[in-house]
RNA sequence: UCCUCAGUAGCUCAAUGGUAGAGCAUCCGGCUGUUAACCGGAGGGUUCCAGGUUCGAGUCCUGGCUGAGGAGCCA
C-alpha cells in the first residue's frame, strides 16, 4: 500500500506511487484522457488518467465525477512542466468516498459569484484557494501575536465573555439571560486585564469580543478577535515601542512564512516589507490639522470619523501612531495627560494603504480618587464597578495596555477590502448565519 | 435609523411597454496534454412579494421584503 501523501508533500515522492485523499476541484477531459484537479487542503494537484492503463471502471468513475465530490486517488508523482504546480499524478486507481449528486451540484463553481450567494454559502466558499490564503494567514497572524508576547515575557490570562451590567459603559452590548439576571457578553477584556496585570506583571488576553452596534462599514463585525496586552508600571511611550514591535514582528512573520498564500491573494508585498520601525508618532492636533488641509470638516475635539482614519493612514507608508486624543473622546479609564489634562495619555495605530485603526489603548487611570469620579461622571453603576476600584486602593501603579483588532489586521496584511473574509464565519448587522 | 442602488434559470448577467435569452453549472456526444479547456446537443423560469396603470408589464406607479454600497453610530 503506496503512503498516503499530503499534496504539499509531493515534491519529495517523484517518481514514487502514493495516495492522495481529498476533493475534487474540477475536472477537464480530453477524449481518452481525464485530468482531475484535487485539492486536499494543503495544495492541489492535477491527476491525469489515460484511458488505456487504468481499468475500465477506474477511467468511469473519475469521467463521471463532479465539483467537490470526496475521492482517494493512487498513483505516481511526476514532474510535469504542464501541470499546475509542476508536479503531476499519474492515476493508477481512484475510490470515490461520496460523490456529489449531479441534481445537486455543488453550488460555487469555478466562476464569478456575488457576495450575497457567497456569504449565503460560507461554509463551502471557505474551501476556494483565494478564501483558504486567508485562513492561513489569519492563523499566522494569531500565532505570531502570541508568540511575540510570550517571547517577551507574557502571561495569557484569559477574561471572562460573560460580563455583568455595562463594564465599560453605556454603549451597545448584547445581553444574555443569566438565571434570570442580565448579563451582557463582553466588549473588551481590559478591565480584567488590568486586575491581571497587578498579579502577573505583563499579561495578554485573547479572545472574542462582541459589539451590538449597528455599523454597516467594511471595517465592523459584532463580534471579532482582540489580542490585548497589559502592562504594569508602563507608561504610554512604553505601549507605543510595544505596538510598533507587535505589529511589525506579526508582518516580517507571514512575509517570512505566507508568501504563498500572499501571492494567491494577489498582495503587493513591497507594501508590507515597508512596515519596519520606527513608526511615525503624531499627536491629535497635528492629525486634525492634517485633516483640515485635506478638506475634512473634522473640528478639534471630534473623533476621527471613517473617512478621516483613511485619508490619514494614506499619507504614511507604514502603520501610524496617534497619540493625546481629547479625553472626552475615549474611555472614562483613561489617563490624563499631565501638561494638558484635557488629553488623554492614548495611542491609535492606523494601518496604510486606508485601512485605518488596528490598534487602541494608552496608559489607564491608576488614581483612585479621580476614577471613582470619571465613573461617576459617566453615570457608571459605582457597585459594579467596586472591583475594579479596588486595583486602586491595593498597591496601585502606572500601567498601560492596547487591544489589536485581528480581523483588521488580517484585512490589511491580506490587503482585503472588506474584514468579512477574515474570520470564517462573520457576523455582522444582517448576518448571522452560517 | 437615513440616503443610493439592486433583485430575471442553480450561479453571473441580458432583454425600446409587444414571442423571456446567453455564458457557466448539470446530463448526452466528440477530441491522447487539458490549463476557469474547447466543439455539438438536451433539460432547466411564481422575472422577490402584494396591489395598481395599460389592449398588453420583467420593464411604468404605490407599498412591502431581501441584499449591497455609503452615512450615522462605533475606547
Not at 504539499?8 to 492522495?20: K, L, N, P, T
Request: charged share 25%; proline share 6%; hydrophobic share 40%.
Amino acid at each position: 500500500m503506496p503512503p498516503i501523501v499530503e499534496i504539499r508533500d509531493v515534491s519529495q515522492y517523484a517518481g514514487q506511487e502514493v495516495v492522495i485523499q481529498g476533493w475534487l476541484y474540477n475536472l477537464r477531459e480530453s477524449g481518452k484522457l481525464l485530468f482531475p484537479l484535487v485539492r486536499d487542503g494543503t495544495g492541489i494537484i492535477q491527476g491525469v488518467v489515460v484511458k488505456a492503463a487504468v481499468a475500465p471502471e477506474v477511467f468511469e468513475a473519475v469521467r463521471h465525477l463532479t465539483q467537490e465530490s470526496s475521492l482517494r486517488v493512487t498513483g505516481r508523482v511526476r514532474a510535469e512542466k504542464r501541470a499546475p504546480g509542476g508536479y503531476e499524478l499519474e492515476v493508477t486507481a481512484a475510490e470515490v468516498i461520496q460523490r456529489v449528486p449531479p441534481e445537486r451540484p455543488y453550488p460555487i463553481t469555478p466562476k464569478e459569484h456575488g457576495i450575497e450567494f457567497l456569504m449565503d454559502h460560507r461554509h463551502l466558499w471557505l474551501r476556494s484557494m483565494r478564501q483558504r490564503a486567508i485562513l492561513g494567514v489569519r492563523h499566522e497572524i494569531i500565532k505570531a501575536a502570541r508568540d511575540f508576547l510570550d517571547s517577551q515575557g507574557f502571561t495569557l490570562v484569559d477574561t471572562p465573555i460573560l460580563t455583568p451590567a455595562a463594564c465599560e459603559g453605556t454603549t451597545t452590548l448584547f445581553e444574555v439571560n443569566y438565571f434570570g439576571d442580565k448579563a451582557y457578553l463582553t466588549q473588551s477584556g481590559q478591565l480584567y486585564n488590568e486586575a491581571a496585570a497587578m498579579a502577573v506583571g505583563k499579561t495578554y488576553c485573547f479572545g472574542p469580543t462582541f459589539r451590538a452596534e449597528k455599523s454597516k462599514t467594511r471595517r465592523h463585525l459584532t463580534e471579532f478577535w482582540m489580542v490585548e496586552p497589559e502592562v504594569a508600571f508602563a507608561h504610554l511611550d512604553d505601549i507605543c515601542a510595544l505596538a510598533e514591535q507587535l505589529v511589525s514582528f506579526v508582518v516580517e512573520r507571514v512575509l517570512a512564512k505566507r508568501r504563498e498564500e500572499l501571492k494567491t491573494l494577489e498582495r503587493d508585498l513591497s507594501k508590507l516589507e515597508n512596515c519596519r520601525p520606527p513608526f511615525p508618532r503624531i499627536r491629535y492636533d497635528e492629525a486634525v490639522n492634517r485633516l483640515q488641509q485635506k478638506g475634512s470638516e473634522i473640528r478639534w475635539g471630534n473623533d476621527f470619523g471613517g473617512t478621516d482614519e483613511t485619508i490619514l493612514s494614506e499619507q504614511f507608508d507604514r502603520p501610524v501612531l496617534v497619540t493625546h486624543y481629547p479625553g472626552s473622546v475615549k474611555a472614562f479609564y483613561m489617563a490624563p495627560d499631565r501638561e494638558r489634562p484635557e488629553l488623554a495619555l492614548c495611542v491609535d495605530m492606523l494601518a496604510p494603504e486606508g485601512y485605518g485603526e488596528i490598534i487602541g489603548g494608552g496608559e489607564r487611570l491608576a488614581d483612585f480618587e479621580l476614577l471613582a469620579r470619571r465613573i461617576e461622571e459617566h453615570q457608571l453603576p459605582r457597585q459594579a464597578f467596586e472591583w475594579y476600584l479596588d486595583l486602586r486602593r491595593y498597591g496601585s501603579v502606572p500601567h498601560a495596555g492596547f487591544g489589536m483588532g485581528i480581523e483588521r489586521v488580517v484585512a490589511w496584511v491580506c490587503g482585503l477590502e472588506h474584514v468579512r473574509e477574515t474570520i470564517p464565519f462573520p457576523r455582522m448587522l444582517y448576518r448571522l448565519t452560517p
